[in-house]
C-alpha cells in the first residue's frame, strides 16, 4: 500500500479527497503509530483517496498554548496554516482530538479554515454510507466494552455519539462508566500535563480513571485519544490487568472487523 | 400610630434601597476593572441560556435531589416577591392587605399559593442545613470553605428559614383577629397552611394578637431588607447575577481557548516583517501577557467571580481535585472576588489603586494549583451558572509562562523541542513518516 503526501499530489495536479492530520503522537509514538496504521488501512481498504503532509506537519501547537506559551502556539499555527493553505487543503480528518480542536476551532481566527472532521465521525459516516463493510460476527461481537470520552472531542466539542455508533456497529456491549459523556473524566493527559510530572496528590488521574473504566468489568476500553490510550494503558498496568484488558482506539477495532 | 409606622417604613426602606444601589454601583465599577471584552453577539442564543440556565436552572437538575430543593427555594423566593410588593405598598400607604378588597376571592387563593411555597422553603433550607453540617456533602465541607464562607451560607440558609416562619406566624395571628372583626383586618376566606394552626393563637387577647402581627409583619420587611443589603456581600449573589451571567456566556465549543491578537500580530510580523507597521507610528500600549491580576482579566471573569455562590460543583468533578491536588476550580473564583474587592476598597481609599505589592497570583493562587490543570473543562461544564474558571486558569498560565518564564523544567524541554524538531518529543522531523514509508514497504 501505497500512502501518498500532499506534494506528491500536487506534482501530479490532483487533490486527495481529504487530508490526513496525523499529529506528533500519530507519528512518533509507538503505541499511537498503530493508530494511525489502522486509520490509514481503512482508508486504503475503503478507497478514500486521502493524503498525508509528511515531513511538512508540524506540531498544531496544543501542548504550547495549553501551558500558556502563546508565542510558540502562533508560530506552528502561522506555518501550518502557510502549509495549508498553499496546497488549498478543503477537508481535514485527524484520528487525535487535540489536533481536531486546535485545528476547527482555534486556527479560523488565524487565517486557516477547514472542514475538519475527527476520526470516529469519519468512521460513522462510512459506515453509514455503507462504504466500511464488517465482518459477519466479528471478533468483537458480544463483547462488553466500555468507551472513555476524550474531554477535546466530548465536552470540548460535544461529539458524544459518533464514537458509540461506531461501536454500536460491532455488535459491542456497550457498558458505561459511572463519569461518561459531558461528566467524563478527563485521561489525566490533556493542557500539556502529558509532558510534566503530575503535582502532588492523592493518586494520579489516570489511575482514577482506568480503576474507574476496570470497574464496568469491560474485556476492552474504547479510545479516541492517542493520548488518553497512553494514559489509560498506564493505568491498566498500575492495576496488574493488562493482560485481561485492553485499551483500543475505535479505529483499531474497525480495521480489526473489516470485511475481507 | 399609623402614621408614625408609615414614615418609618418610608425612611426604612428608603435607606435599604440607596444603600443597596450604592453598593451594586461598586460591584459594577469593580467588573468594569476587567478588561474590555465585546459579547453581544448571537442574542436570541443568549436569552436563550437566560431562559434555559438561569430561569429554568437546567444544568442544577443534572443532580435532581439538590436540583429540586433549590427550585423550590427559588421558585418561592421569586413567588414570595408578589406578597413582598403587597406589604411594601402597605408600608408606604399605611394600609392593611391592599390586595384582599381588589382581587377578592382569588386573594386567600393566592396567599395559600405563597403559604405552601413558604413551607416548602423552609423544609428545602432545613435540608440543605443538614446537607451542610450532618451529612457533611463533601463538596460543601472542602478547606477552602472554612470561616466566612461556610458562615455566609448557614447564616443565608437560617435567616430564610426565619423569614418564612414569621411570615405564617403573622398570617395565622392576623387570621384570628379576622375572626374577631377586629378594627382594620379585612375579612378574607382562610388561608391554607396558617389556618390549621389558629386554635394555637386562639386564647390570645386581641392586643397581644396586634402585638404578635406587627412584630411579624415589621421582622419580616426588615428582614427582607437587610436581606436586600447583605446580598452583595454574600455568595448569595447569584441569584441576581445568575441572570446576566447566563447571558454573556460563552456560545463558542467549550474547547475553544481565546486568541491572543497581539501576538499573532508579533509573530506574523516576524515571518513577514514587510507587513509590520513603519518604526516610528503609532504602537499600541503593551498589554501584559496573560493575568497576573484581576485587572488583566476580561470583565467576564470578574462578573464570574461575583456570580460564583460556592457550590463546588466544578471542584467535585475536576480531575486534580478529585485527586487530591490543591487545584479547586471554585477556589479560583473565590480568590478572584476577594481579590477583586480587595482592590475595590484600594481604590475607595486611594481614589485610584495604588500598588499593594500584592497580586492574584502567587497571593492568591499558587503556581502549584495553576499547573495541576489539565483543561478538561468539567469545571465550566458543571457550572449551573455559566461561570468558566478554566479562562482565568488559562490567562493565569499566560503570565507564568510569557512574563515570569516561570514553567517547569519538562515544559522548557516540550517547548524547545517543538520549536526545534516541531513535534514535542525530541524525535527527528525527518521521521514524522516513517510509519508511512514502513506501511508503503509492506
Not at chain 2, 199 to 223: A, M, N, Y
Request: neutral net charge.
Amino acid at each position: 500500500m501505497m500512502i501518498k503526501s500532499m506534494a506528491e499530489y500536487a506534482a501530479n495536479g490532483e487533490q486527495p479527497e481529504v487530508l490526513f492530520w496525523v499529529g506528533c503522537a500519530g507519528s512518533f509514538d509507538q503505541r499511537a503509530q498503530k493508530i494511525t496504521k489502522a486509520f490509514a488501512t481503512i482508508l486504503d481498504k475503503v478507497g478514500v483517496k486521502f493524503a498525508i503532509l509528511g515531513k511538512e506537519e508540524m506540531c498544531n501547537g496544543d501542548p504550547a498554548r495549553r501551558s500558556g506559551n502563546e508565542f510558540l502556539f502562533q508560530m506552528m499555527a502561522y506555518n501550518n496554516i502557510q502549509t495549508l493553505n498553499g496546497y488549498g487543503i478543503k477537508k481535514i480528518v485527524t484520528a487525535c482530538p487535540h489536533c481536531f480542536n486546535i485545528l476547527k476551532n482555534e486556527y479560523p481566527a488565524l487565517g486557516g479554515e477547514y472542514e475538519v472532521i475527527h476520526h470516529t465521525t469519519f468512521l460513522q459516516q462510512l459506515i453509514n454510507e455503507g462504504r466500511i463493510r464488517l465482518k459477519e460476527g466479528g471478533s468483537f461481537k458480544g463483547k462488553k466494552i466500555t468507551y472513555h470520552d476524550s474531554c477535546y472531542l466530548g465536552r470540548g466539542n460535544g461529539i458524544y455519539e459518533a464514537p458509540r455508533e461506531v461501536l454500536q456497529a460491532l455488535d459491542v456491549e456497550l457498558v458505561e462508566m459511572k463519569r461518561c459523556r459531558t461528566n467524563g473524566m478527563c485521561c489525566g493527559a490533556g493542557g500539556a500535563q502529558m509532558f510534566k510530572e503530575e503535582e502532588p496528590g492523592t493518586t494520579r488521574v489516570n489511575f482514577e480513571r482506568s480503576a474507574e473504566a476496570l470497574d464496568t468489568g469491560a474485556n476492552i476500553i474504547a479510545a479516541n485519544c492517542p493520548f488518553c490510550t497512553t494514559m489509560l494503558t498506564d493505568g491498566v498496568k498500575n492495576k496488574e490487568k493488562e493482560d485481561e484488558v485492553k485499551v483500543m482506539d475505535i479505529a483499531e477495532m474497525i480495521a480489526a472487523s473489516l470485511a475481507e | 400610630m399609623h402614621l408614625v409606622q408609615q414614615i418609618l417604613f418610608i425612611l426604612l426602606g428608603g435607606t435599604a434601597i440607596y444603600l443597596f444601589t450604592k453598593k451594586v454601583g461598586s460591584i459594577r465599577r469593580n467588573i468594569m476593572l476587567g478588561r474590555d471584552e465585546q459579547i453581544n453577539d448571537r442574542p436570541s442564543e443568549r436569552w436563550r441560556n437566560v431562559l434555559l440556565q438561569a430561569l429554568g436552572q437546567k444544568k442544577m437538575f443534572k443532580r435532581p435531589v439538590p436540583a429540586l430543593l433549590h427550585f423550590a427555594v427559588y421558585a418561592g423566593f421569586i413567588i414570595i416577591n408578589i406578597e413582598i410588593l403587597e406589604i411594601f405598598l402597605d408600608g408606604i400607604l399605611g394600609k392593611h392587605r391592599l390586595f384582599a378588597p381588589l382581587i377578592g376571592g382569588l386573594y386567600p387563593i393566592l396567599i395559600g399559593c405563597f403559604e405552601i411555597l413558604a413551607v416548602l422553603v423552609l423544609v428545602s433550607c432545613a435540608i440543605f442545613l443538614v446537607r451542610r453540617n450532618i451529612l457533611k456533602v463533601r463538596r460543601l465541607n472542602m478547606k477552602e470553605l472554612n470561616g466566612w464562607p461556610r458562615e455566609d451560607a448557614n447564616l443565608i440558609l437560617i435567616t430564610e428559614i426565619v423569614l418564612m416562619s414569621l411570615f405564617l406566624t403573622m398570617n395565622t395571628a392576623d387570621l384570628v383577629l379576622q375572626s374577631r372583626h377586629y378594627e382594620h383586618y379585612t375579612v378574607t376566606s382562610i388561608f391554607w397552611i396558617s389556618g390549621n394552626f389558629t386554635s394555637l393563637f386562639s386564647g390570645l387577647s386581641d392586643t397581644t394578637l396586634v402585638g404578635i402581627e406587627r412584630i411579624c409583619w415589621w421582622l419580616h420587611i426588615v428582614g427582607v431588607f437587610a436581606f436586600l443589603n447583605y446580598l452583595p456581600y454574600s455568595k448569595h449573589l447569584h441569584i441576581l447575577l445568575a441572570f446576566p451571567n447566563a447571558y454573556f456566556t460563552r456560545l463558542e465549543p467549550q474547547g475553544e481557548m481565546d486568541n491572543m491578537e497581539a501576538i499573532q500580530k508579533e509573530v506574523l510580523y516576524m515571518m513577514r516583517p514587510e507587513l509590520a507597521p513603519a518604526a516610528g507610528a503609532e504602537q499600541p500600549a503593551h498589554q501584559r501577557f496573560g493575568a497576573k491580576d484581576v485587572m488583566d482579566l476580561s470583565w467576564k471573569n470578574l462578573m464570574d467571580a461575583y456570580s460564583c455562590t460556592e457550590c463546588g460543583r466544578c471542584t467535585a468533578s475536576c480531575p486534580a481535585n478529585i485527586t487530591g491536588k490543591k487545584l479547586s476550580p471554585r477556589k479560583i473564583m473565590m480568590d478572584t472576588r476577594d481579590r477583586l474587592e480587595e482592590v475595590g476598597k484600594n481604590i475607595d481609599k486611594n481614589k485610584s489603586f495604588v500598588d499593594d505589592g500584592k497580586s492574584l497570583v502567587h497571593d492568591y493562587i499558587t503556581v502549584e494549583e495553576l499547573r495541576a490543570c489539565t483543561t478538561c473543562q468539567a469545571c465550566v461544564e458543571a457550572c449551573p451558572v455559566g461561570i468558566e474558571p478554566l479562562s482565568i486558569i488559562n490567562e493565569l498560565r499566560r503570565y507564568l509562562i510569557m512574563e515570569e518564564s516561570n514553567a517547569p523544567q519538562e515544559w522548557n524541554l516540550m517547548s524547545g523541542n517543538i520549536e526545534n524538531n516541531m513535534a514535542p518529543w525530541k524525535f527527528s522531523p525527518d521521521d514524522r513518516d516513517a510509519w508511512a514509508l514502513e506501511m508503503s514497504g509492506s
